[in-house]
């Protein structure tokens, strides 16, 4: 049902099942990369169910509403992975294992889907590959290009698919980093890179691992462009139901918590010994605690009273504060904390895409990172706390004054200057 940029998902997007319940609901939410030019605008911004269902056949948990990818996507979208320094790390990281563990080498074509400003592109580049990103959002995909890291600005369809192939032939080595969970047609996308696999090559590919999630408690995973929560038991009958041999799975801590999933086109789709013992593993996790599972909104709502209530205090006590970084996560974190303009008066950034515009709902301006020392404010909240290690290395250059550094998830924490 179309609604106003969006559709309502009513059936299971990985075993077609309509047996869908609610998990959690967080009501109506802002786009979380909506930053708008103005503070009119901001505070007017569009609101749009953001609601976790369950699937009961399969266990997968997913959004209950699609956003238009085109809203989402390919007019106002400004993340950057080469903004910060730890993901990049991992990116490089990764390429160099990839590399290695794969075998590959100047011949062959490393693509990579939702490749945004071509950073892990850039690393199999230097190692000697051939490269091609795909990505349908412009500002990162035109900062790839001048970057000389070739980039298709478009999204990832039958038909772009049909013209790679015409033009570079199947591909050896596929890859993608937090996208996959976001694609509105995901039967369709995988089925797509099964076609441009070469046989008996490997896809592998990085998604927020929702067990981590609900374990450290990080629900500001959740937002629009995330429409999959993914752990593996689903994911892995999805993948050998499309023909891919399951690899292996790999938890790392990347982004609060993420699977590394390796998938083969082979003639044999079917589940390794390794992929069969970390279903095991995961079987006795928390993703099947279902005490744990119906306590998990209301440790939301308490965690987030209480981020709030401290916040609320220190400014109703006559300290400045100010915020640092505008993830997607930041909206919800706002919201949900209900902190206004009035708490956070301002919040800093180091992607340039991002400085001079307001967020959505709050209004609050987004400045650079040398406001800090024109306003000294008291305390600081860090709003991607993912990289809290590298933001605060980085003000502990710049603060001179007594400031807290405020980090709200995964456990509120205050490190004192």
């Known amino acids: 049902m179309q609604e106003n940029n969006f559709v309502r998902i009513k059936n299971c997007r990985l075993c077609k099942s309509e047996k869908l319940t609610p998990f959690i609901d967080f009501g109506k939410v802002s786009l979380g990369n909506d930053l708008q030019e103005n503070k009119k605008k901001a505070l007017e911004s569009e609101k749009y169910p953001l609601v976790i269902n369950k699937c009961n056949f399969c266990d997968h948990f997913q959004l209950g509403v699609s956003v238009?990818?085109?809203?989402?996507?390919?007019?106002?979208?400004?993340?950057?992975?080469?903004?910060?320094?730890?993901?990049?790390?991992?990116?490089?990281?990764?390429?160099?294992?990839?590399?290695?563990?794969?075998q590959l080498s100047s011949e062959n074509l490393v693509l990579?889907?939702?490749?945004?400003?071509?950073?892990?592109?850039?690393f199999f580049k230097n190692l000697g590959c051939r490269v091609l990103g795909i990505d349908p959002a412009k500002i990162p995909s035109d900062i790839a290009n001048k970057n000389k890291i070739p980039t298709i600005n478009e999204f990832f369809s039958s038909s772009l698919v049909d013209k790679i192939?015409?033009?570079?032939?199947?591909?050896?080595?596929?890859?993608?980093?937090?996208?996959?969970?976001?694609?509105?047609?995901?039967?369709?996308?995988f089925k797509n890179i099964y076609k441009l696999l070469k046989i008996n090559s490997y896809f592998v590919f990085e998604i927020g691992y929702f067990p981590s999630v609900l374990k450290t408690g990080c629900f500001d995973t959740t937002y629009h462009e995330h429409l999959d929560y993914h752990h593996a038991k689903p994911l892995a009958s999805f993948l050998t139901s499309i023909g891919f041999e399951v690899v292996?799975?790999?938890?790392?801590?990347?982004?609060?918590?993420?699977?590394?999933?390796?998938?083969?086109?082979?003639?044999?789709?079917?589940?390794?010994?390794?992929?069969m013992r970390f279903l095991e593993k995961e079987s006795r996790s928390i993703i099947t605690n279902t005490e744990f599972l119906n306590s998990w909104n209301s440790n939301i709502k308490d965690s987030m009273?209480?981020?709030?209530?401290?916040?609320?205090?220190?400014?109703?006590?006559?300290?400045?504060?100010?915020?640092?970084?505008?993830?997607?996560?930041?909206?919800?974190?706002?919201?949900?904390?209900?902190?206004?303009?009035?708490?956070i008066p301002f919040i800093v950034e180091d992607n340039n895409n991002k400085i001079g515009r307001f967020l959505p709902s709050t209004g609050i301006p987004i400045l650079p990172v040398s406001e800090i020392n024109v306003q000294k404010p008291d305390f600081i909240v860090i709003f991607a706390w993912n990289f809290a290690d590298d933001i605060i290395e980085k003000l502990s250059r710049i603060v001179s004054w007594k400031c807290r550094f405020i980090i709200p998830l995964p456990e509120y924490k205050e490190v004192s200057f």
Do not use: M
């Open 165 to 189: 192939l015409i033009e570079y032939g199947q591909v050896d080595f596929i890859t993608s980093h937090n996208v996959l969970a976001h694609i509105e047609d995901i039967d369709l996308v």
């Open 305 to 343: 009273k209480s981020f709030e209530q401290k916040v609320k205090k220190l400014v109703n006590s006559g300290l400045k504060g100010a915020g640092y970084g505008v993830p997607t996560k930041a909206t919800l974190i706002l919201e949900l904390g209900k902190l206004s303009q009035h708490f």
């Open 68 to 102: 238009n990818p085109q809203k989402l996507y390919a007019t106002n979208y400004t993340y950057l992975s080469g903004i910060g320094n730890s993901f990049v790390k991992h990116l490089e990281n990764y390429a160099n294992w990839a590399f290695k563990e794969f």
């Open 112 to 122: 990579d889907i939702g490749s945004n400003d071509g950073t892990c592109l850039k």
């Open 248 to 275: 292996d799975f790999i938890e790392n801590k990347v982004q609060g918590g993420s699977l590394r999933t390796i998938v083969k086109k082979s003639q044999n789709p079917n589940l390794s010994i390794s992929a």
